[in-house]
């Protein structure tokens, strides 16, 4: 068995070292075309001009033809899907996944009575009022903050909303996740 093994390791060694070997690889292609006895294709009639009668490529609608599955395949009737029930969230449920929308930051100020004067003068239309007390480069700031939106368009929507007054001061959409994530999360309702 050695010997047989070692004579044709030789012999393939041997191939592959001279110059003279040749080899004869051959290769097939094969293309079927498939046509089925009941499909004809009308072309439109078409003059020397290009068109027939007005018709263009641009306004000739191709042809659609349905077709139908065989009457011997087997019809499997799909029974209703149950409907699945959408109940609210549970109090649990809430707590755990609070929702920080947007609010607006009306103004910020350096004093307590300041945010007290302007709370007082902001709509009583049923949206919460917050102060926010942060300290910004040493320096101590309360902003007041006005509002409970869902999204960011509402937000500014309700800017246009507020009071001259207030409009005037430049008051801006601010997201509450980002003061909840922030060095000073604590929001104080004033209302």
């Known amino acids: 068995m050695k010997k047989i093994a070692i004579v044709g390791l030789s012999a393939l060694l041997s191939a592959c070292v001279s110059s ?8 097939e292609s094969y293309q079927e075309d498939y046509q089925t006895a009941d499909s004809t294709i009308e072309q439109p009639v078409v003059s020397s001009q290009g068109t027939a009668d007005g018709i263009s490529e641009q306004n000739v609608e191709p042809t659609v033809v ?5 009457s011997d395949t087997i019809n499997v009737k799909k029974e209703p899907k149950p409907a699945v029930a959408i109940s609210a969230p ?3 449920q809430v707590a755990m996944n609070p929702r920080f929308g947007y609010t607006i930051q009306v103004v910020a100020v350096g004093s307590q009575a300041k945010v007290d004067r302007f ?3 902001l709509p009583a239309n ?7 007390y942060k300290v910004v480069n040493g320096t101590k700031w309360y902003t007041v903050l006005f ?4 999204s960011r368009t509402e937000a500014k929507k309700a800017i246009s909303q507020l009071p001259v007054e207030f409009q005037s001061l430049k008051p801006f ?6 003061i909840k994530n922030s060095e000073f999360p604590a929001l104080n309702k004033l209302n």
Do not use: C, F, L, R
């Open 147 to 150: 509002g409970d939106y869902a």
């Open 119 to 121: 709370a007082q003068k």
């Open 126 to 132: 049923g949206q919460p009022i917050w102060e926010n």
């Open 90 to 92: 549970s109090e649990k």
């Open 173 to 178: 959409v601010k997201s509450i996740d980002k």
């Open 66 to 70: 349905a077709m139908s599955p065989k």
């Open 20 to 27: 003279d070997y040749v080899t004869d690889v051959t290769s």
